[in-house]
């Protein structure tokens, strides 16, 4: 069954800002946000002097750019804004696209012509509530929670490194503004995660699973989610291929200021 993802009511296909598809830099950012927005500038600073600070800049200048001239500017703009700082110490060969982060594992079980199957190991994930709201102010929020456990915020006060995808679930099917998700992929050497000090963030035991996956390059704006969205459903429909399009995934792999190589994706999962 072909699913038009312009139909649906959800932002998460809405990405970059709408004018221009650029995204300013992260001094640029802090810059406007301090003219906007009356939030404490130590915050803001703490975060521009970490590897956050382009995802945090972007996510809060959504928050305040509401006109309807902007979209609402998704995770797959800035997923994977946070530079890891080691790759994965592992025999496994992530694909290129990773980069330096540390990616779930998984094998490729069939290529077709314009997609192909993966079937992905089981993982854990670290995840909370994604509220769609029409400014944006969720993802921010949804981020925050996530950021915050994995720089210590957790039973054990541990540190957890960045990974990619950053991933983000929507049903599609009569959906509703509270019941998507975001997720952090744990890295496979935390293999007891510490439990959340926040009750909106909790782990998730994914089990071996497969998926039909759909990549594109370069910057994807609005339109091109769900170009590819609708191409990979009717692909799968088309070639008598069961899938679940009750619900779709997305996964970002690179931050804003990455020109060349750029990769994005749209799962479904094989039914």
């Given at each position: ?10 932002p998460l296909w809405s990405v970059f800002i709408h004018t221009s598809g650029v995204c300013p830099s992260p ?245």
């Amino acid at each position: 069954m072909s699913h038009d993802f312009s139909k649906t009511r959800n932002p998460l296909w809405s990405v970059f800002i709408h004018t221009s598809g650029v995204c300013p830099s992260p001094l640029s950012l802090v810059a406007v946000l301090k003219r906007l927005i009356p939030l404490p500038l130590p915050l803001i600073q703490s975060y521009r002097d970490s590897a956050h600070s382009l995802l945090l800049a972007q996510c809060l200048l959504v928050a305040v750019m509401g006109a309807r001239s902007v979209l609402v500017l998704s995770l797959l703009c800035v997923w994977g804004a946070v530079r890891a700082e080691e790759g994965a110490a592992d025999e496994y060969k992530a694909p290129d696209f990773c980069g330096t982060y540390e990616c779930p594992k998984y094998q490729v079980a069939k290529k077709y012509e314009t997609f192909e199957l993966r079937t992905y190991e089981s993982t854990l994930w670290v995840t909370t509530p994604l509220e769609l709201d029409y400014f944006g102010f969720g993802i921010y929020r949804s981020f925050k929670r996530l950021f915050d456990y994995i720089n210590g915020q957790n039973s054990q006060g541990i540190k957890i490194k960045m990974t990619v995808p950053v991933r983000i679930y929507v049903p599609l099917i009569t959906p509703t503004d509270k019941n998507a998700t975001m997720s952090f992929f744990v890295p496979l050497a935390v293999v007891n995660p510490p439990q959340p000090l926040n009750k909106e963030v909790y782990i998730e035991s994914v089990p071996q699973m497969s998926f039909y996956v759909k990549s594109f390059g370069g910057y994807a704006l609005k339109p091109h989610y769900e170009k590819k969205a609708k191409m990979l459903s009717e692909e799968l429909t088309a070639l008598g291929l069961g899938f679940d399009s009750t619900f779709g995934t997305a996964a970002g792999y690179n931050d804003p200021l990455t020109f060349v190589g750029r990769h994005n994706e749209v799962w479904y999962r094989v039914q």
